[in-house]
Every structure is written in structure tokens, then in C-alpha cells.
């Protein structure tokens, strides 16, 4: 045996020369006495030194290697019992070096209870009380399918009383709510024999067990003997119970009559995780399906997490299958199962299914990590512009404003909205600027950010994290001014930038922070900035375009400006009001005025 990278070599070395040559379960533990690894093995001092013979394959298993300070095991009779051991230890220790299963939740039972006029319900716990427990179910609306069914279709009872013969005959119970509903038949007062409410209890039997053909079957033996005796109220019953079994059959998948009691698996992975799909057919039907995910730590082989899974879910949801199609043989011999690897017929269309399934998980498992990563990239972006902006919080609400105007004529502002790091055009305004008097920047921001914020303030509205001004230090001014004044200078933060070198100024600092060119902090506050203008410069083209379409109708001689906007609400453009008869115009702005709007636009 070759020289191992292990610093414990000289002491490991007398433990693995006194390892069995027989199946079990090997534990590794570090030098503060924690269990680092738990392994399975068909040849326990095989496994084991292997670990110490040449160089790893990769370097998780060499730090593994490196980290053992102590050996233990435990001998077992088969590989199967060594597969069951190992899983147990992993989910009560969780070894640092080990596979770890994603999902451990416990799943719901429905049991027939061991009683007079058994009850039927859904349950975690199994208790062993002589009931009879069928699951467990991986799906929770499975279970409520199949009680909704039971109940619309057998009359049975939902209370805890003891209902054996001798307390009915005391005469001591009355029929609840439940017997008033036509839900329960009333066999606490001995309206109801117990023999027929057991071929009940037989029937959903047999449902649980898959075997709904065979209750299908019998019910309509039924339905018809009524039907010849004449008790058609009776055959009437038994065929609106045929129609919820029908209905429940049809939400079942179908596979093949010929297939019963087959268990399928497909298995996909990844570098970092490992997912399992299972189906179980009964009947033909599939009455369960399940996947779950394995995160890998040591590049662990698809044959040797195939395993893992087979035997977990064969614990768990107490399979006793015999025949189990796969698409590869495991790692592990289990005692009297088949393995069946398809290559056509039923069972490769099952396992095409089951294999359909695991992407459509795994993809499904991919768009919500994408997601949790988008997220993580807005926090970083938002905790990187606190950082560069010396902000109290993350500005995850961002507000910037844009002035407009051409030599003072049609003044208009643009507030674009940003919240954490993106636009929300929804929240978008723009103002008309009705106070000031030719171009004057300042006082037009002013006005705007006292419109917007006392409006805000009043209406009890949030205020954004941070504001940006389209500008440089007298803008910024202009800002901090209707801050102060609105008594809101401490809780929003306010910067302003300039086009020319991208400065970006800070309120009472004379000195501008320069940004790099590629920081995501400048990026984000140009992206808002170039919004603003160009909300801002749509707002301002519409507005010059209002005015040039009202001037022209004001240029007709005897035609006033609410003639005008009569006309343009009416009509909508002046183009269609060219093509206008003067009786059309004449129920709106009177007989003269049409014809004085006719004749100047087809003057010759």
C-alpha cells in the first residue's frame, strides 16, 4: 500500500488491516471527534482502503482523506441493509462530506380505523392500533381528492363515538348535523347496520389499493338489479356513485392494464445536484409520483445516487414493488427486486414519462434559483450605490426629475421612477410648469419638486430613497431649498449630475464625485437621468404639437379658442375636420361658424 496524504496514516493503517471483508457501514471522523463521512460497502476493508491507495480523483475527496482522524463501522447482512443503515446516519448526523437530501418532510397516510363502523381519515402519525394505514401519499391534494370522493360517495361517519353494539343499544346518542346534511346515515341511534357500512369500508378498500375496476364493477351489478326490481331511486343512487368513481378514475393516469405493482425511476444531475423522479403503477394506473433532489459532495456516480434514492424512497413511502424499472443498473443489489432496463414496448414509454418529469422538475428548480439570483444581484446593486453614495439606506425607490423647454416657451418636467434598480413606468408623471416665466431651470425645479413632494407628504404617500437632478449645483440648490422647506431635507438623500464630465454634486460639497465609467452606482444614475429626458421630451413634443393644432384653428377669423377645443374634442385632428360638410359642424358650433370654418380651408 502506497504512502497516503493522510497526517494519521500510521494510526489508520492498524485500524484498516482489521476491517471484515463483509458488507456494513463505515463512519469518518475528524480531529474534534464529528462524523465528516458515512459510506456503504459491499467489502467493508476494500471500500475503505481504497480511500488511501493513490491520489483522489478529485480534491473534495482528498480534503475528505486528509481530514479523517478516526475509522468506525458496523457490520450488517447485505448490501440492501447497508444502503438503509447509511441513509439513516446521513439524516440523523448530516456529515459534512456527504450527499444531502433536499427534501425529508414526512407524508400523509389515510387509515381505516380498527373500530365499530370505522372511521376513514388522513393522518401523519402511524399508530399501531390494528388499523389499516394506506400511503404514505406524496401528494396532499391526492389525499383530499380521494376523501372528497369518499364522502360524496359513501355515507360515513366523522365522529369519535364508541360505537360499539351495546352502546347503540343504550339509547344514549342522538344523530348530529352530519345525519341532518344526508352525509352520515345515523348508526350511532341504529338507523344504519353495520354490515352495510362495511361493504362501504370494503369499496374504499379496494380504491385505496388501486383496485377501483373491481368496486366499478360490482356497483353496476347493482345499479342493474335495482333497475329490474323496479327501485329506481336506488339504481339512480348507485349510478351518481359510478359517475364520481368514473370521474376520479379519469384524473388517473393510465399507463397499460398489463403493468401492476411496478415501481419506475429516471435520475438527471448536474455538476452540484442530482434529481430522482418516481412513479409507482398499480393496476395500470400511476397512483403516485415523487421526485426529489440530492445535493452532491464528492462527484458521486449516477449508478451510486440511483441507489441512495431507490432505498430512501422504498422507506419512506414503503414500497414492496418486486419489479423496478430504472435507466441504469444501481450500484446496490436489493434483495427479491428486478431490475428492468426498457428498451421499447410499455415500460419504455414509463420510463420516458418518469424521465419527462425529472427535467420538467429540474428546470422548474433552475427558473426559481434565477430568480433568487436576480434578486441577489438587485441587493448588490443597491448595497454598491449606498456604499458609493454614502447613503443611510438602499435606494430601492429613486426618483428623477428633467426640465424641458425651448427659450422659455412650453415649459414642461418629467419624474421618472425607479424602484430597486429598475424602471416603473407606471409611476411615471409629468408636470406643466405654471409659476415661472421664461427659462429659469432653477425656479421650474423648484416649482416641481414642491408640487410633487407636498403631495406626496399630504396624501401620506412614501418618500424615495434617494433624488437625482437633472443638473449641476444650482439645480441641486434649488432642490435642497423645497427639501428644507417642506421640512424632508433629512430623511431623502438628493445628488445631482452633469452631463458634461458626469459629475455627480452632493448638497453644502463644493467638490464632485467622479465615478468610473464602468461602476454599476453611475450606470444606474445615467439610465434614470437619460429616462427623465427622454419621459421629459415625448411630454414637451406632445404639448408643442396641441398648441401648433389649437394656433391654427385660432388663426380662422371669428374662431375662439373654445370653438376650437369643441372642434379638436369632436373631430380629434385638423386634417379630419378638413374633410368635414358644413352641416356637420353646424350641431356642434352653430350654422355661421361652420361655414366660416368651411370656407377657410377650401378657399380657392
Not at 384524473?251 to 398489463?258: F, L, N
Not at 413606468?425 to 405654471?434: E, L, M
Given at each position: 500500500?502506497k504512502?497516503?496524504?493522510n497526517?494519521n496514516?500510521?494510526y489508520?493503517?492498524d485500524?484498516?488491516?482489521?476491517l471484515p ?5 463505515y463512519?469518518y471522523y475528524?480531529?474534534?471527534g464529528k462524523?465528516?463521512?458515512?459510506g456503504k ?8 482502503s481504497?480511500y488511501?491507495v493513490g ?5 473534495k475527496?482528498a480534503?475528505?482523506?486528509r481530514?479523517i482522524a478516526?475509522?468506525?463501522h458496523?457490520v450488517?447482512?447485505?448490501?440492501e441493509d447497508?444502503l438503509?443503515l447509511e441513509?439513516?446516519l446521513?439524516k440523523k448526523?448530516?456529515p459534512r ?9 414526512s407524508?400523509p ?10 372511521r376513514?381519515?388522513a ?5 399501531k392500533d390494528g388499523?389499516i ?10 389525499v383530499r381528492t380521494l376523501?372528497d370522493l369518499?364522502?360524496s360517495?359513501?355515507p360515513?361517519r366523522?365522529?369519535?363515538?364508541n360505537?360499539?353494539p351495546?352502546?347503540?343499544a343504550e339509547?344514549?346518542?342522538?344523530v ?9 346515515k345515523?348508526?350511532?341511534?341504529g338507523?344504519?347496520?353495520e ?5 362501504n369500508?370494503d369499496?374504499?378498500k379496494?380504491i385505496?389499493k388501486?383496485?377501483?375496476?373491481a ?5 353496476k351489478?347493482v345499479m342493474?338489479?335495482y ?5 329506481f331511486?336506488e339504481?339512480e343512487?348507485?349510478k351518481?356513485?359510478?359517475?364520481q368513481?368514473n370521474?376520479y378514475?379519469s ?8 403493468i401492476n ?6 435520475i438527471?444531475d448536474d455538476?452540484?445536484s442530482?434529481y ?8 395500470g394506473?400511476?397512483?403516485?409520483a415523487?421526485t426529489i ?6 462527484n ?5 445516487l440511483?441507489s441512495?434514492?431507490?432505498?430512501e424512497?422504498?422507506?419512506r413511502?414503503?414500497?414492496?414493488a418486486r419489479e423496478?424499472?430504472v435507466?441504469l ?6 434483495e427479491s ?5 426498457p428498451k421499447?414496448?410499455?415500460?419504455k ?5 418518469s424521465?419527462?418529469?425529472?427535467k420538467?422538475y429540474?428546470l422548474?428548480?433552475l427558473k426559481?434559483?434565477?430568480i433568487r ?8 446593486i443597491?448595497?454598491?450605490?449606498q456604499?458609493d453614495?454614502q447613503?443611510?439606506?438602499?435606494p430601492?425607490h429613486?426618483?428623477?426629475?428633467d426640465?424641458s423647454?425651448i427659450?422659455?416657451?412650453y415649459p414642461v ?5 425607479f ?5 416603473s ?10 409659476t415661472?416665466?421664461g427659462p ?8 416641481i419638486l414642491?408640487?410633487r413632494y407636498a ?11 434617494l433624488?437625482i437632478i437633472d443638473?449641476g449645483k ?5 432642490a435642497?431649498?423645497?427639501?428644507r422647506?417642506?421640512?424632508i431635507?433629512?430623511?431623502v438623500?438628493?445628488i445631482?449630475i452633469a452631463?458634461r464630465l458626469?459629475e455627480i454634486f452632493?448638497p453644502?460639497?463644493?467638490v464632485?464625485?467622479y465615478?468610473?465609467k ?6 444606474i444614475?445615467?439610465?434614470a437621468?437619460?429616462e427623465?429626458h427622454r419621459?421629459?421630451i ?7 404639437s396641441k398648441?401648433?393644432?389649437?394656433s391654427?384653428?385660432?388663426a ?10 369643441a372642434l379638436?374634442?369632436e373631430?380629434k385632428s ?5 374633410k368635414?360638410?358644413?352641416?356637420d359642424m353646424?350641431n356642434?358650433?352653430?350654422?355661421a361658424?361652420?361655414?366660416i370654418v368651411?370656407?377657410y380651408?377650401?378657399?380657392?
Open positions: 500500500m504512502k497516503s496524504i497526517p496514516w500510521a489508520l493503517k485500524k484498516i488491516a482489521v471483508d463483509d458488507p456494513g457501514v463512519q475528524n480531529k474534534d462524523i465528516i463521512y458515512v460497502a459491499k467489502n467493508l476493508k476494500k471500500r475503505v481504497s488511501f491520489k483522489p480523483d478529485n480534491g475527496t480534503l475528505l482523506v481530514n478516526n475509522i468506525e458496523i450488517v447482512h447485505t448490501e447497508a438503509l441513509n439513516n446521513i448526523y448530516q462530506y456527504n450527499v444531502l437530501l433536499k427534501d425529508d418532510k407524508f397516510w389515510i387509515v381505516v380505523k380498527n373500530e365499530h363502523f370505522p376513514v381519515f393522518t401523519r402519525n402511524v399508530i388499523s394505514y394506506y400511503g404514505p401519499y406524496t401528494s396532499v391534494a391526492m376523501l369518499f364522502k360517495t359513501y360515513l366523522n365522529c369519535k363515538l360505537l360499539a351495546h352502546k347503540i339509547g344514549k346518542y342522538k348530529c348535523l352530519e345525519y341532518h346534511l344526508g352525509n352520515c345515523g348508526p350511532c341511534v338507523l344504519y347496520d354490515d352495510s357500512y362495511l361493504k369500508i369499496a374504499i379496494n385505496l388501486g383496485n377501483i375496476h368496486v366499478i364493477r360490482h356497483l351489478e342493474h338489479t333497475a329490474a326490481d323496479f327501485k331511486e339504481a343512487e348507485i351518481q356513485k359510478l359517475k368513481l370521474s378514475q384524473k388517473s393516469a393510465v399507463v397499460s392494464s398489463s405493482n411496478v415501481d419506475v425511476y429516471s438527471i455538476e452540484n442530482a430522482v423522479n418516481f412513479l409507482k403503477v398499480a393496476n394506473a400511476i397512483i403516485q415523487h433532489e440530492f445535493k452532491k459532495k464528492l458521486e456516480s449516477l449508478p451510486e440511483l441512495l434514492a431507490i432505498g424512497i422504498r422507506e413511502l414503503h414500497s414492496t423496478v424499472i435507466p443498473k444501481p450500484d446496490t443489489e436489493f427486486v428486478k431490475f428492468v432496463i421499447m414496448g410499455e415500460k414509454k414509463l420510463l420516458e414519462l424521465e419527462r418529469n425529472v420538467y429540474r422548474e428548480k426559481q434559483q434565477s439570483n436576480k434578486e441577489t444581484r438587485e441587493d448588490r443597491l448595497s454598491t450605490m456604499k453614495l447613503l443611510k439606506a438602499k430601492r429613486i426618483e428623477c426629475f426640465n423647454n427659450q422659455g416657451n418636467a418629467a419624474c421618472v421612477v424602484k430597486n434598480a429598475k424602471p413606468k407606471k409611476d411615471y408623471r409629468h408636470f406643466n410648469i405654471k415661472v416665466v429659469d431651470d432653477f425656479a421650474s425645479m423648484e416649482e414642491e408640487r403631495r406626496l407628504i399630504n396624501e401620506g404617500d412614501s418618500l424615495p430613497n433624488i443638473g444650482g439645480q441641486l440648490s434649488a435642497v431649498k423645497i427639501l422647506k417642506l421640512n431635507e433629512d430623511e438623500a438628493v445631482g452631463k458626469e452632493f453644502n460639497d463644493p464632485p464625485l465615478l468610473d464602468n461602476s454599476e452606482t453611475l450606470k444614475i445615467q439610465y437621468r437619460n427623465a419621459f421629459g415625448t411630454f414637451h413634443r406632445n404639448q408643442r398648441d401648433f393644432v389649437k391654427e384653428l385660432n380662422i377669423k371669428g374662431i375662439g379658442e373654445k370653438t376650437s377645443n379638436l374634442e373631430f385638423v386634417e379630419q375636420i378638413k368635414l360638410a358644413v352641416n353646424e356642434l358650433i352653430g350654422k361658424k361652420a361655414r368651411w370656407d380651408f377650401h378657399a380657392t
